[in-house]
């Protein structure tokens, strides 16, 4: 189960009461931008990325437990 409270595009807490994770209890900020642009997220959209991306990068050998910032751009 999920818990949450999101003021616009900021999680104020995102916790997984079944494995234990909180990732920084102060809130996980997602943002989106195209071309420069940036979108407006809505609730769904902010947990899907923060749970995918957070999940996928936490995964990785040599992450740090204790994270700060992960930034990702994609170029075509």
Avoid: C, H, Q
Wanted: charged share 35%; aromatic share 6%; hydrophobic share 40%.
């Amino acid at each position: 189960m999920l818990r949450r409270i999101i003021r616009g595009n900021k999680i104020e807490k995102l916790f997984y009461p079944s494995n234990g994770l909180n990732f920084r209890g102060d809130g996980v900020d997602v943002k989106l931008s195209v071309d420069g642009e940036e979108i407006d997220l809505n609730e769904f959209v902010v947990k899907i990325l923060s749970g995918a991306i957070v999940g996928a990068v936490t995964s990785l050998r040599g992450i740090k437990k204790d994270w700060k910032e992960i930034e990702i751009r994609v170029k075509k």
